[in-house]
Nanobody, 121 residues
Framework: QVQLVESGGGLAQPGGSLRLSCAAS????????MGWYRQAPGKQRELVAD???????NYADSVKGRFTISRDNARNTVYLQMNSLKPDDTAVYYC???????????????WGQGTQVTVSS
């Protein structure tokens, strides 16, 4: 079993900042990649950013220059620093991870429960 727990969501004003955290626990041999998706009401879930175990990152065009993803491999934790927040960033943010349970098994995708981010004046 693997569990992903997010924290750090909440309310911010436009131009403000929030920092999301996601810690994976359970039967983890290796977390090959971790990242964040988000879903606003009436919209498709979209990739925000991800990072692999070598530190390579990927960002949605809409957040480049404003958001920074990082990870602590030893703690199986991923962070999303969100700066210069806009109302359009309002969504439920979901953590995900690609994790293998042992040295032989292929990685599988795991999801957190989501954390609400609201950007409003």
């Amino acid at each position: 079993q693997v569990q992903l727990v997010e924290s750090g969501g909440g309310l911010a004003q436009p131009g403000g900042s929030l920092r999301l955290s996601c810690a994976a626990s359970g039967n983890i041999f290796r977390a090959y990649a971790m990242g964040w998706y988000r879903q606003a009401p009436g919209k498709q879930r979209e990739l925000v950013a991800d990072i692999d175990d070598g530190g390579s990152t990927n960002y949605a065009d809409s957040v480049k220059g404003r958001f920074t993803i990082s990870r602590d491999n030893a703690r199986n934790t991923v962070y999303l620093q969100m700066n210069s927040l806009k109302p359009d960033d309002t969504a439920v943010y979901y953590c995900y991870a690609k994790i293998s349970n042992n040295a032989i098994a292929r990685y599988r995708d795991y999801w957190g429960q989501g954390t609400q981010v609201t950007v409003s004046s």
